[in-house]
């Protein structure tokens, strides 16, 4: 039986101004209890735009939910024109920063180098990374999806030094099921968040591989939750469109109750 709480993110994306987010977010600290947070960590990632606004209403009300950033730059400040760097979002008190989002491999060309590079960004100023790795539709079809994420993984850990990586959370997250309705089956799930953690063993040690969580995300939704968070390697879910809506999110993170 795990020991490791299940961490259930919602990941905006470029969806809810300032104002809508705090409606968003007074609605699941409304809906939420003390049980559910004792039973999930929950998160949300808002754009930047609203993580003041998120920030004051958590601080304000102290709230139990967490927040954090969906990118982060890896450089501290300077000449970067549109970035948003590590000192800020832990100015803001972020626990969370998604990293390598696949929209971010896709739309800004981020690599493993990037990655990487972002990872440690973070672990510098505070925050917690999420690295999301994941296969694409052809890559899948090629039946090359662990292999393919594994690289992923080692190219985003480069040098990063255990006493870092026993706290980062893994999103596996395949390209084909992210807001496609196309939920990949809880067995594909466990095949790669197990090789993530076999992995994780591999390059620092069983005892740290079984302290992190591994997420699954793609088309994740209240009626298909339950039997992806059976699987023994799924600690969590980072949850996209089904985050935009307060009730659909309480019930995921309900989703004992499924
Ligand atoms: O970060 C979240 C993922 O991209 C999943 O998005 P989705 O739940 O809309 O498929």
């Known amino acids: 039986m795990s020991t490791r709480t299940p961490l259930m993110a919602g990941n905006w994306k470029?969806?809810?101004?300032?104002l809508e987010a705090i409606a968003h977010v007074q609605k699941l600290a409304f809906a939420l209890a003390d049980k559910d947070y004792e039973a999930v960590e929950v998160a949300v990632l808002p754009p930047f735009t609203d993580l003041r606004s998120v920030q004051t209403l958590v601080d304000g009300d102290k709230l139990k939910i967490k927040y954090g950033a969906q990118d982060i730059s890896a450089q501290d400040s300077g000449a970067y024109?549109?970035?948003?760097s590590g000192p800020m979002l832990s100015k803001l008190k972020c626990t969370y920063v998604a990293i390598g989002h696949s929209e971010r491999r896709q739309y800004h060309h981020e690599n493993e180098e990037t990655c990487n590079a972002k990872v440690k960004a973070a672990y510098k100023h505070g925050?917690?990374?999420i690295l999301c790795?994941?296969?694409g539709?052809?890559?899948r079809k090629a039946g090359q999806q662990v292999q393919y994420t594994l690289n992923q993984l080692d190219g985003a850990?480069?040098?990063l030094p255990a006493e870092q990586a026993e706290s980062i959370v893994i999103a596996y997250e395949p390209v084909w099921a992210?807001?496609?309705g196309e939920v990949a089956t809880p067995e594909d799930a466990?095949?790669?968040c197990g090789a993530i953690r076999g992995r994780l063993a591999e390059l620092y040690s069983q005892e740290l591989a079984d302290k992190v969580r591994i997420q699954y995300g793609g088309s994740v939704k209240s009626g298909n939750v339950a039997a992806i968070m059976a699987q023994p390697d799924v600690d969590g879910a980072l949850i996209g469109g089904a985050a935009l809506d307060a009730d659909e999110f309480v019930k995921i993170v309900r989703f004992r109750d499924q």
């Open 178 to 180: 992210i807001g496609t």
């Open 190 to 192: 466990q095949e790669v």
């Open 81 to 84: 024109t549109g970035e948003i």
């Open 133 to 135: 790795v994941g296969e």
């Open 127 to 129: 925050l917690t990374p």
């Open 14 to 18: 470029m969806n809810l101004n300032h």
């Open 157 to 159: 850990l480069k040098d």
């Open 137 to 139: 539709l052809d890559i």
